[in-house]
């Protein structure tokens, strides 16, 4: 069973046993049943399940996390892999309801100084900024800004966007200088929550772009969303050439949802959602790439500090025009053309796009950078 880029498959072992059902008791445990059965595909969630044996891992529990959140209750990261099961893990779910977070997510959220505000990537994904959390030396609270739904995003522009993630951040921080950081093209994303800011009359303290390309340099990539799925998949299987023959011929014949079907029903892949559900993650994607790569900044005079990758990452699905394309862009990543010098750094990290992020070394690495900053 494959797992996700970034996401670990939880522990070994007894956390992999499957037990003889039995049916959730309490509040609690009936909601994580409920959220499980959502979030795993299973219809049939028993008390004494394990949540990695059903098909779990951390990126998913994060989500569980989230889920749980919405319900008004809290749970922390490390109890899932302690307590993986279902009733046990019921019992660490502390009742928070009074705590509204306006639709974000509470990464840390004690702290003395100003809260951190993270921007998800394209795919919805923030584990990073868990990752980055863990190793930022700075006493302050930091929480995730809302994604859009994957039910309702069809006619929201970017600007709605921000607008929704800015009424997030003012619950959390009603005013003072807001720190805004957005990795990959999400930095696009933070940064116009900065300008946004600005000329709703707020203050700035930083604008932190990881490894964020200036959005003219994404247009020539922006292709259809079966091209940006299909891609995926082979970047995930590079060792499978024949695979991969097989994906480029999907995508010349099929829409999203019939190559999404046809993958599964020929290759026996497995996942934990409906068909329509994996598309519309995907359609949620492509559309803010889209937006993204079609946005046009205006220039801010705040910090804006880029950590910008040393290490070409090239995709095997890349094509070969591109290769060459993106190794003649800028260290700058093309944001000195907007940015005044005088508000503009950049940083370099050991790392390629993915391994600054997923990389133990290169992570501490770029988190003991942001600290000296934040």
Same mark, same amino acid.
């Given at each position: 069973r494959s797992v996700p880029p970034g996401a670990c498959p939880g522990p070994?072992?007894?956390?992999?046993?499957?037990?003889?059902?039995?049916?959730?008791?309490?509040?609690?445990?009936?909601? =994580?049943?409920?959220?499980?059965?959502?979030?795993?595909?299973?219809?049939?969630?028993?008390?004494?399940?394990?949540?990695?044996?059903?098909?779990?891992?951390? =990126?998913?529990?994060i989500k569980m996390i989230e889920s749980v959140r919405r319900q008004g209750y809290s749970m922390k990261l490390n109890d899932v892999f302690e307590y993986p099961a279902l009733a046990k893990l019921s019992n660490k779910i502390i009742e928070v309801r009074t705590d509204y977070h306006g639709g974000a997510i509470p990464v840390r959220s004690y702290g003395r100084g100003m809260p951190l505000f993270f921007v998800p990537t394209t795919s919805g994904d923030y584990s990073y900024s868990y990752s980055l959390a863990e190793n930022i030396d700075i006493d302050r609270p930091v929480y995730v800004l809302p994604w859009p739904s994957i039910h309702t995003f069809d006619e929201q522009k970017i600007g709605g966007v921000v607008n929704d993630m800015i009424n997030a951040l003012k619950v959390i921080q009603p005013g003072g200088e807001y720190s805004i950081i957005g990795y990959s093209s999400s930095g696009v994303i933070a940064y116009a929550i900065a300008e946004e800011l600005i000329r709703r009359g707020e203050s700035i303290a930083h604008v932190v772009l990881i490894d964020t390309y200036y959005p003219r340099y994404l247009n020539s990539l922006i292709t259809n969303v079966e091209t940006l799925f299909v891609n995926d998949v082979i970047d995930k299987n590079s060792d499978d050439l024949e695979f991969i023959d097989e994906l480029l011929r999907l995508k010349e014949k099929y829409k999203l949802r019939e190559i999404i079907s046809l993958i599964r029903e020929k290759y026996g892949e497995i996942k934990n959602m409906s068909v329509d559900v994996e598309a519309r993650q995907w359609e949620l994607?492509?559309?803010?790439?889209?937006?993204?790569?079609?946005?046009?900044?205006?220039s801010i005079s705040v910090p804006v500090y880029l950590y910008y990758a040393t290490e070409d990452y090239t995709p095997l699905s890349i094509e070969a025009r591109y290769v060459e394309y993106l190794k003649n862009i800028p260290t700058d990543l093309g944001w000195k053309a907007i940015v005044p010098s005088w508000c503009f750094n950049a940083i370099p990290v050991s790392g390629n796009h993915i391994s600054l992020i997923a990389n133990k070394s290169n992570r501490k690495q770029l988190a003991s950078k942001l600290s000296s900053i934040l």
């Open positions: 070994a072992g007894e956390a992999f046993a499957r037990e003889a059902y039995e049916a959730p008791q309490g509040e609690e445990e009936e909601m =994580l049943a409920t959220i499980w059965s959502e979030l795993l595909g299973q219809a049939q969630i028993s008390r004494h399940d394990s949540f990695f044996a059903l098909g779990g891992h951390s =990126l998913l529990a994607r492509h559309h803010m790439e889209v937006e993204i790569a079609l946005y046009t900044p205006s």
